[in-house]
């Protein structure tokens, strides 16, 4: 078997160090590479790159911290401020819980692929009003804030409202759809910003109005199933007969 051939290709990887450095800059690197090298063996080289120069930056719309490092505090802060958990009145049953809350698998899949969110930053630093608008809520957070407000098992809407109906929430998303198509685990966070509009404008005409929260799902001994017996098929005969 020949040797697998080896070539060169030219790594430019953006560097910075905030210690010394006045800005971001570009730094070029040699790699050796090989037929079926990976991201992780030389920075990630895929193999279907189809060129001979690799150019690696940092996350765009976020503030470098070093080299390829961003800095995700600001991305992190807007996804708290929406309080992404369930909230409900029941305080003691949510630090204490004797049982899961009850959903069905429709409502369930109202939110499921909003859920799948790994807070990558990657719809963020997409979308263009994130470049241009550095106090824009952003995508990530006001997806979030869909997912826990069409849970049915949450009850918090009216605290998350506030945070997300603002100059910089959800409203001065200009509906680009950059967030969507970069987004790497198939969520559609353009989709959940349109449905959020759309729970707010029903919240603001007083339409719509949530349910209460499901309950919790009770001890099996206070449920109550109503079970069918069939008919016997065949004719059952008397044990004294």
């Given amino acids: ?54 150019e690696i930056r940092s996350l765009p719309n976020f503030p ?14 807007k996804h708290t401020s929406i309080k992404p958990y369930i909230i409900r009145s029941d ?20 939110y499921l692929q909003f859920s799948y969110c790994i807070k990558c930053g990657i719809c963020v630093s997409a979308c263009p009003t994130s470049a241009s608008d550095k106090l ?25 409202f506030p945070v997300v109906n603002t100059d910089h929430g959800l409203w001065h998303c200009h509906l680009a759809g950059a967030c969507s198509e970069a987004y790497p685990k198939g969520v559609d966070p353009a989709l959940g910003i349109q449905l959020l509009k759309r729970l707010l404008v029903a919240n603001a005409l007083g339409l719509g109005r949530k349910p209460q929260p499901a309950p919790k799902v009770p001890p099996p001994n206070e449920v109550k199933l109503k079970i069918t017996i069939p008919e016997f098929t065949v004719p059952q005969r008397r044990p004294d007969l």
């Fill in 91 to 110: 305080s003691q049953e949510m630090e204490k819980p004797t049982a899961e809350y009850m959903q069905a698998p429709g409502q369930l899949e109202s």
């Fill in 64 to 77: 470098v911290i070093k080299d390829l490092i961003p800095d995700n505090f600001r991305l992190l802060h």
């Fill in 1 to 54: 078997m020949p040797p697998r051939k080896i070539t060169k290709i030219k790594f430019k990887v953006q560097r910075y160090n905030p210690e010394g450095d006045k800005a971001p800059y570009l730094q070029e690197f040699l790699v050796p590479v090989s037929r079926g090298m990976t991201v992780l063996d030389g920075l990630i080289y895929i193999e279907e790159l189809k060129a001979d120069i690799l």
């Fill in 136 to 160: 824009f809520l952003g995508h990530q957070a006001s997806v979030q804030c869909y997912r826990y407000c069409a849970d049915s098992r949450d009850a918090g809407s009216q605290d998350r």
